[in-house]
């Protein structure tokens, strides 16, 4: 081998040592040989294959690929109903998707395992990181290369100085830019960009602390609705609950203790323009308190400004009417009277619903019996139209129209059913005197009179507003927003800020005169490196000015971007 070659050989090894630990990134050495693989050896490589990076990326990857059938098929989790009408409709595709867990992705066996894999792969990657990061912070840069020239960026001068004196000008100067910095033999090492690794650890463990909030919210998570008339009230129990949707490990128990009234909906809309009838305020006030014994506060709950109280959020995400209906017997007692909401179909509030009496009413002849009216109402009707339908949201013209039923309900049939529903299988309609389904357009105050003295419906002047809540309880919530600003942080700045090296020797040449030699080093190939070289070298070439060369031509400034090509200094 030649001598040149010897060098370069002796280069590559010195920039190694100058260049080691710069990231905390695991080193993976090649296989000299292929050994015998026992149990343990096998372990091992399972090990080391899943707390790799690339393995890490592929199963983040696997995991987002994953969540996209959840996003697209309906899931048993979220809504039951949409997956019966998906199974209705798709009959072979449904037992495929059963089998594979595709209702119900995120519960699945292989989603689990993907969640579960990633999650040690990112602790096998982030805990000997973290300890080789603390052993970093601990000690010290690495001593300066013997050949500088060897350094991406490097510059070169010489000064009348005293080498110490230039040394400890360099020292002073680093440590004042940051740098961790101290001297070694007849060189100063520095180093700077520690913030990078920190922010690729903190990066990393805020994705645990994300996976982990996940899990917690959706094992511990409850979200139910609650439909509302004004005046009503509510405690945060599961009895009091419309629909209720939890998680696995959720227990009544876990309930924030609250209640609270409605006292009023407001809702406004605009009036004219291309945008009539798109609502302008839409907001419900209530009287609340925390705990059984809760001070009363008031307050307003607003579309996407919802009720924090602990872990729980109480969002506004629908609104309707509730007309006041009354009902008499055909003596004239009051057999029901209450506000009933009614479902909108439209965008104007156009709505249906149902108005069942179960108990107190008796025919004419003194037989117990149920009514059903089926009711269809409209907050803003105009004659001209020539529709049953809404012109605007707002109640402008009321209008109530109704048909009845009397006979069984089937609600003592112990078989749920819908309360905006009404099954007619064991009733008869009542007639008008023409044969025909006795059915009327009231307005606020009319009264419809069945037949036979069998009673009557009043649709009272009052009509009350109702609001539907969704009432949210995800425990992990404000962990799972702290991981994701700490990812955010932290990937800016293992992004954004480069860990660098930068060395300063100086020693006394041959005729007497100070050599003094600047180099750096990045842990990527950065425009700014040679940039910040050259300005430190032009703050130290101010305190060690150059010195004539040998030939007595007159001194440089140092040039950080030339790099003596081989030789040079010969």
């Known amino acids: 081998m030649s001598k040149t070659e010897t060098d370069k050989g002796q280069d590559q090894e010195e920039l190694g040592a100058a260049g080691s630990q710069l990231s905390t990134a695991p080193r993976e050495e090649p296989l000299t040989g292929v050994p015998a693989f026992g149990v343990i050896g096998w372990i091992r490589w399972f090990w080391r294959q899943l707390t790799s990076m690339r393995v890490a990326l592929l199963l983040l ?6 969540a996209i059938p959840g996003s697209l098929i309906p899931q048993s989790g979220a809504d039951i109903n949409k997956v019966a009408d998906f199974q209705q409709a798709h ?8 089998k594979l867990g595709l209702f119900h992705v995120y519960s699945s066996v292989w989603f689990s395992a993907i969640y579960i894999l990633l999650f040690i792969s990112l602790i096998g990657c982030i805990v000997p990181r973290a300890w080789q990061f603390i052993g970093q912070l601990r000690g010290r840069p690495p001593g300066a290369p013997k050949r500088l020239t060897r350094l991406p960026a490097y510059t070169t001068w010489r000064t009348t100085a005293e080498p110490e004196e230039v040394r400890a000008a360099a020292l002073k100067l680093l440590k004042r830019r940051r ?64 629909d209720m949707k939890s998680g696995s490990l959720f227990r009544s128990d876990d309930l924030v203790p609250f209640s609270f009234d409605l006292k009023k909906f407001t809702g406004t ?38 009720l924090h109280i602990g872990d729980s959020k109480v969002y506004l995400v629908s609104h309707g009417y509730a007309p006041v209906v009354t009902v008499r017997d055909g003596k004239g007692k009051v057999v029901y009277q209450d506000a009933v909401p009614l479902l909108p179909l439209d965008g104007n509030v156009t709505s249906n619903g ?51 039923y009397h006979g069984d309900l089937g609600v003592d049939a112990g078989i749920p059913q819908s309360v905006y529903q009404l099954d007619t299988t064991h009733m008869k309609a009542f ?5 025909q ?13 069945l037949p036979n003295g069998a009673g009557s419906i009043t649709f009272e002047k009052d009509v009350k507003q109702w609001a539907g809540f969704e009432i949210v309880q995800e425990p992990g919530s404000i962990w799972a927003l702290t991981g994701a600003l700490a990812a955010i942080f932290g990937l800016a700045a293992s992004l954004f800020i480069q860990r660098r090296r930068v060395w300063v020797r100086a020693v006394r040449g041959a005729d007497g005169v100070t050599v003094v030699e600047m180099a750096g080093l990045g842990r990527s190939e950065s425009a700014k490196l040679p ?19 040998p030939d007595d031509a007159p001194a440089t400034s140092p040039d950080p971007h030339v790099v003596p090509a081989e030789g040079a200094e010969k």
């Open 431 to 435: 007639k008008d005197g023409k044969g």
């Open 61 to 66: 990857l696997l995991l987002s690929l994953g």
């Open 531 to 549: 940039e910040e070289l050259g300005d430190l070298a032009g703050i130290l070439y101010d305190q060690a000015p150059g010195a004539p060369d």
């Open 91 to 98: 009959k072979t595709l449904a037992p495929i998707y059963d």
């Open 179 to 242: 740098f961790r910095a101290h001297a070694e033999g007849d060189a100063v090492t520095a180093e700077k960009g520690y913030l990078r690794e920190l922010g690729n650890l903190v990066f990393h463990i805020a994705l645990i602390v994300l996976l982990v909030s996940f899990a917690w919210g959706q094992m511990y998570k409850s979200d139910g609705t609650k439909l509302m008339v004004e005046g009503d009230g509510f405690s945060n129990a599961l009895p009091m609950y419309d």
């Open 269 to 306: 809309y605009e009036s004219s323009g291309p945008n009539r009838g798109t609502p302008r305020t839409f907001q419900a006030t209530i009287d609340y308190s925390v705990g059984a014994y809760g001070k009363r506060k008031t307050t307003t709950i607003k579309v996407n400004e919802p």
């Open 354 to 404: 149902v108005v069942k009496v179960m108990d107190g009413y008796k025919d004419p002849q003194g037989k117990s019996e149920q009514l059903g009216f089926q009711a269809f109402f409209v907050p803003t009707f105009d004659p001209k139209s020539g529709t049953m339908m809404s012109q605007f949201p707002a109640l402008l013209n009321p209008l109530l129209a109704v048909n009845a």
């Open 437 to 449: 389904l006795l059915k009327k357009l009231l307005k606020p105050g009319d009264t419809m009179k």
